[in-house]
Each structure stands twice: as C-alpha cells, then as structure tokens.
C-alpha cells in the first residue's frame, strides 16, 4: 500500500502542481489534507479523531534538502518521527521523542547487534535533526517493536511501528501539544498553506484539547520522501457504546472547510476525510445522512464514476472492519449532519440531513492517502 502511495505522490509532483492546473482540470496537488476517525471497537475501545497534513515536496513541508537527501539515500531508514504521544515505546513516560526507525539486517542475530548496527545509523542523524528542529533529544534506548496487531487490523504498512521495527528513541521533556504544534507547523509549513485555513485550523484547534497529542514523520522512499504532520486527540473507552457515527464531534468542529490552497484548480482528492470501524462482530452502514457517490467497481476497488460530486464511498459497507471515504465533490465545505451515519441498522440509503441543536490517530497515518491515490491509480469519469 505505501508503495502504491509514492507511485501516486510521484505522478502528483512530477505532473501537476496547484499552480498552473486548469480550473476544470481533474488534478492531485502533492499537498494533502485529510480527516479521519478511527472508532476501535475490537482492540483499544478508543475513538481516535485526527487531522494530517501531509506533502512530498520539501517547499510545502519546509525541511533542508541536504538532511531530507541524506535520510533518503542512507537506504537503512525507514521512517524518522517526532511525537509527544504518551509513552511512544514501553519504559518512556511523560517524555516527547524522536523516533529513527532502521531497517533490520539479517545478519544481526542477538539483540547486541542490532542495537550497535540501528545506533551506528542513527547517531548519523540526531544533532542535525536537533537542530533543524530546535529539539535536545537524548538517547534513550533501542527498541525491538514486537506486536503489529493494530496494523494488521487496519491493513498499514506499519512503516512507523509495526512488528519487527527497531527505533533509536531519543527522548525529550514533554511539550504541550498546542505550543509544539504551533512551533513545528511554523517551521515546516509555508505561511501561504497556513493562511488557506481548511483542515489546518481544524488541526490547530484540536491540538488545544487537552487529549491531543502531535506527531510529525519523514517517510523515505527511493525517489522521494513522504511529510506528514498529524494532530490526534483520543477519546478512552467511548467506542463500545458508538451507534450513530457524528464526526466532527469528534473532531472539535461544527463544519469542515477544504484549504483555499487549492481554489485555483480543480483538486477534489486532495480533501478526504476517513472513517474506520473495527469491530469484534460483524456489523453495517445504515441510515447514511450525506450523499452516496455511484462507484464503479475496477480491480476489485469502488471506484467514484464522478468526482465533481460529493458524498460517500464505503468499502466494504459492512463485516469487522468498516472504511468510509468522503469526497467534497466542487464543495468547498460539508457539516456535521452530512457525515453521520448509523451502525448495525438495515439500510445503507442515504437520508436528508437532519439539525439537532444539541449534538455540536501514529497508526493509521497513511491510510487516507492511500485511498486518493487508488481512486486516482485506477481511473475516474468526471
């Protein structure tokens, strides 16, 4: 799946770009904003809502040529995160760290080796990415990522910490999420992105929850490397008793904007928002209150016959694990009725939408991407 995304971000970059795109032009920017809620009722029993900013370009996500050049040709790395999640490896608490994830040598037979051979990496890399990003982080450990149940259930690469990973943890005292949002994003993210508003205000105002917490990761490839800036805010044990999926409760918000980044062309994969259900049973969508966009179905992949509308695609609509994507069509925004939708009744119909005055994710980082570069992979008729 990753390798389908950079095959995607490459086509993206090599041949279209935000500024010279045809109004009318059916085009993908290599800036992305995306949307997701991953509600976890097999697993965690967590509901996770978060905003990614992501880009493969290094004039949208601002990081040194030479630093992004040299992760990428090292050939031993496979992702580097910054992040004040709780407890990013067993044994660091109350701790921010960044995180140099190597890529296993076979050759390495006992734990020794492996810690020699990820550190001769990894300290290659550590005082400059201090500096870059006005960090003090000090080794902390090396860890051996022993369980990947999460990514297999969510069908990730687990590039970032799935089973057999080996990060270099470097450790350092914990930041509040809004202030080391504010720092990061103004380090990485040209004024021109921040001023277009969208999902980055979405972003910055869940970063303020007091459950948010922020990561940012490089993700090499051979050609290029994948940035992505994630704001995530969990809510503990509230996925049990979810049967009426409201989104952007989740996500702190009553409407959601697309960037004015992308008004001067036609980008309608650039604005996606997710959601993913996992659950013990099986289980269904029913009762949609936004539209449904007619699909065809290529290569065994819903596919939407016309992106100038929107509404949703869900695949598969039912079973233990449930994605929905929604595409915002020549929309520029979509409310919180739009994007609810019940589980476990007995019609996926969608429905109008209905106002009630009283209602007002390191893991799954790239699946949203994935999914607008399948639907652009594959083809589409406006």
Not at 346 to 356: E, G, V, Y
């Amino acid at each position: 799946m990753l390798k389908m995304l950079f095959a995607i971000t490459m086509i993206a970059s090599a041949v279209i770009s935000v500024d010279y795109a045809y109004s009318q032009e059916i085009g993908l920017a290599t800036f992305q904003e995306m949307a997701q809620v991953l509600i976890d009722k097999r697993i965690s029993q967590n509901v996770t809502a978060s905003i990614t900013l992501q880009s493969t370009s290094i004039q949208e996500m601002k990081i040194p040529s030479e630093l992004e050049q040299r992760i990428r040709e090292n050939g031993n790395i496979s992702a580097v995160t910054i992040t004040n999640q709780n407890q990013c490896i067993l044994g660091v608490d109350n701790q921010s760290c960044i995180l140099i994830n190597v890529k296993r040598n076979q050759e390495d037979k006992n734990f020794l080796q492996i810690q020699n051979r990820t550190l001769q990496v990894s300290e290659q890399f550590i005082s400059e990415i201090n500096d870059v990003f006005d960090t003090d982080a000090r080794l902390h450990s090396t860890f051996i990522h022993t369980s990947d149940e999460t990514s297999v259930a969510l069908e990730t690469s687990g590039v970032i910490s799935g089973k057999g990973t080996i990060s270099a943890v470097y450790t350092m005292p914990m930041e509040k999420t809004s202030s080391m949002y504010e720092k990061m994003s103004a380090l990485l993210i040209p004024k021109a992105i921040r001023d277009a508003g969208g999902f980055y205000d979405v972003a910055k105002n869940l970063s303020k929850q007091d459950n948010a917490k922020m990561t940012f990761s490089i993700i090499p490839s051979e050609n290029k490397s994948l940035f992505q800036l994630r704001v995530s805010a969990d809510y503990p044990q509230t996925a049990s008793e979810i049967k009426e999926v409201n989104l952007l409760e989740f996500l702190k918000t009553d409407e959601l904007k697309r960037s004015r980044y992308f008004s001067n062309g036609f980008y309608p994969l650039n604005s996606i928002i997710q959601v993913v259900v996992l659950s013990p049973e099986n289980t269904n969508v029913s009762d949609v209150r936004g539209d449904i966009i007619p699909t065809q179905v290529i290569d065994g992949e819903k596919i939407p016959t016309d992106v100038t509308k929107k509404g949703w695609v869900f695949e598969p609509e039912e079973g233990k694990r449930i994605q929905g994507k929604y595409i915002f069509g020549k929309d520029t925004a979509v409310s919180k009725d739009e994007l609810r939708f019940s589980l476990g009744g007995t019609s996926l119909q969608a429905k109008s939408p209905t106002f009630d005055e009283s209602t007002t994710v390191a893991i799954i980082i790239t699946i949203v991407a994935i999914a607008a570069a399948v639907f652009y992979l594959k083809g589409y008729r406006k």
